[in-house]
């Protein structure tokens, strides 16, 4: 014996529409949003484990350089800074200076940035070498500096002397590429091994 089914009533396919309105916009919402928390759970999971692995990174604050004192009276101070060679040195003189076997070893030899206060035109954060000699009112350094000439090589270095009373400097003599000291046997002579293997020596008893 067959028994029809019995027939749907209209309302309860209208209660089955509207649920499925009401949960395919919770379940298209909520499915983006479970599926980002565990994305987010996993790469912070894997963040974490990563900075566990690594050492502690501690950051490393380079102190401004603070200048070095090299003389200082009533009437002025010198003081003196490390060279920044890639920054603050024209190419063709760096060169010059690496040639001469200085570029590795100028912390060895003392060439250094000079600083004057008051500030004096012309000498003042010109490249100096080692020898710092007071003498008779003033001071006798050593100035390094470019050539500027074609034909020739591209720095030289003076022997200057700078004036207390005045604040006025002077070139006294060409010594080329060799760093100049005061002679352990005579304070008044000047001595410097050239880059030749040749010695430089300049007596210093009057300046004219």
Not at 7 to 18: D, K
Not at 41 to 57: H, R, S
Not at 71 to 87: G, P, Y
Request: net charge negative.
């Amino acid at each position: 014996m067959h028994i029809p089914p019995k027939p749907e009533h209209w309302y309860g396919r209208t209660v089955n529409w509207l649920l499925l309105l009401i949960l395919l916009p919770v379940v298209l919402i909520a499915l983006p949003i479970a599926l980002l928390f565990v994305l987010g759970y996993w790469l912070m999971d894997m963040l974490k484990k990563k900075l566990e692995d690594k050492e502690p990174l501690v950051a490393i604050l380079q102190e401004p350089e603070l200048p070095k004192e090299l003389f200082q009276n009533e009437q002025l101070r010198l003081t003196t800074i490390e060279i920044d060679w890639d920054a603050d040195v024209e190419q063709a003189f760096d060169e010059w200076i690496h040639e001469l076997g200085w570029r590795d070893e100028y912390e060895e030899l003392s060439l250094k940035r000079l600083l004057t206060q008051p500030e004096i035109a012309g000498l003042h954060r010109q490249l100096i070498g080692p020898l710092c000699k007071e003498w008779n009112g003033g001071l006798f350094l050593q100035v390094f500096e470019p050539t500027m000439t074609s034909g020739k090589p591209a720095g030289t270095s003076w022997l200057v002397y700078l004036n207390y009373s005045t604040l006025t400097w002077e070139r006294v003599e060409e010594v080329g590429p060799a760093y100049l000291e005061v002679s352990s046997n005579d304070p008044g002579m000047l001595q410097a091994d050239c880059n030749d293997g040749s010695q430089l020596w300049l007596r210093i008893d009057a300046l004219v």
